[in-house]
């Protein structure tokens, strides 16, 4: 597991909340978790990338993202070896591994060892900390 270094951008609490709408500051900040299928773009199906909410630092791209019927964005690798940091994760009585921006210390979410290949990793995401960025040419979202 990679360790997570101290964040690149740091902010004062007042600056996140400035920044942030109180669902963002709740997952990303205060290491909160949305509700399964609730968080903007959870079902996002257009190729792009996935950005950190609060720094915009790419995370994961579309094309690691699948459908692992669990109600949040799932991908099977970040975009890149240094996009997020992972620590150990006690609370609520479990051991897991939690994800966060490398680049500001965002919760992001948890990563799980039953992913699918080639990593057999799933990055169990909080939509509300991604900002999805879609690829050029791609149509606009659809209208619910």
Avoid at 15 to 34: I, N
Avoid at 61 to 69: E, P
């Amino acid at each position: 597991m990679k360790s997570s270094p101290a964040p690149k951008l740091a902010k004062t609490d007042a600056e996140w909340r400035k920044l942030l709408t109180s669902e963002q500051y709740y997952v990303t900040r205060q290491h909160g978790t949305e509700r399964a299928f609730s968080g903007p773009g959870w079902d996002e199906k257009r190729s792009g990338m996935y950005a950190c909410v609060c720094c915009g630092t790419p995370l994961f791209s579309s094309q690691t993202k699948f459908n692992s019927g669990t109600g949040w964005p799932s991908f099977f690798a970040p975009a890149g070896k240094d996009a997020v940091a992972e620590k150990d994760d006690r609370a609520w009585f479990m051991r897991r591994t939690e994800v966060t921006c490398a680049n500001c210390a965002a919760h992001l979410g948890h990563v799980f060892p039953d992913g699918p290949k080639p990593t057999g990793q799933r990055y169990c995401m909080n939509a509300t900390a991604l900002k999805f960025e879609p690829a050029p040419g791609q149509p606009a979202p659809e209208q619910k």
